[in-house]
């Protein structure tokens, strides 16, 4: 089993800032891919931004040049750096780990609302 805690989100007006964290534990093998997903209401969770043990990251392209995802494999701990933050950047945002074998695991989230 692994257990993932997310960390930081908020109320943040547009243009500014947020850092998300999440922080995994349990049985975590050195290979694995750790991700951020996003849920807006009413609507699918879908993947924003993901990163490989090995360092290769992948975007969505609605945040491309804006969010960036980076990891501690050390702390088993992955970041997610949100920067120029929209209103369609609402959501509740969730941690994912995948590893193989062993399946994919899911936090709890934590809910990013960008509003003035």
């Known amino acids: 089993q692994v257990q993932l805690v997310e960390s930081g989100g908020g109320l943040v007006q547009p243009g500014g800032s947020l850092r998300l964290s999440c922080a995994a534990s349990?049985?975590?093998?050195?290979?694995?891919?750790m991700g951020w997903y996003r849920q807006a209401p009413g609507k699918e969770r879908v993947l924003v931004t993901s990163i490989a043990s090995g360092g290769s990251t992948n975007y969505a392209d609605s945040v491309k040049g804006r969010f960036t995802i980076s990891r501690d494999n050390a702390k088993n701990t992955v970041y997610l750096q949100m920067n120029s933050l929209k209103p369609e950047d609402t959501a509740v945002y969730y941690c994912?780990?995948?590893?193989?074998?062993?399946?994919?695991?899911w936090g709890h989230g934590t809910q990013v609302t960008v509003s003035s």
């Open positions: 994912n780990i995948y590893q193989y074998p062993g399946g994919s695991y």
């Open positions: 349990g049985n975590i093998f050195s290979i694995n891919v």
